[in-house]
């Protein structure tokens, strides 16, 4: 039987300066709704709007993305910034609860 932790939801409608998530955080799913007719694309990075790209997702048209992410999914060491949303109506990103000083090093 595996370890089961508590999960938050944290919704953004448009990339931006501003983190997502503020503080070290793992990434353990992503939602995202694409309400176009032409294919999306999100991409997720760290530090900054354009710091480290961790993650970037495509987003067929008219379609929504359900990703759980393997493991202890992905470490975003300085918060959570999403520079690239285009085509994308939402996105929800699933993370560990906003509480972790034991998240910082590298993913890995």
Known sequence: MGFKADIQATRATQASTNAVV???IRLKGIIAANA????????MTTTSKTGANLLT???PAGDVVNFSLPEDGILFPQGI???TM???AAVTVLTDKYSGP???GQNG
Request: hydrophobic content about 50%; proline content about 4%; glycine content about 4%.
């Open 81 to 83: 910034f999403i520079s």
């Open 86 to 88: 285009t085509n994308v």
């Open 57 to 59: 997702v495509d987003v």
């Open 22 to 24: 503020a503080q070290p």
């Open 102 to 104: 034991e998240l910082v």
């Open 36 to 43: 176009s007719a032409s294919s999306g694309l999100v991409v």
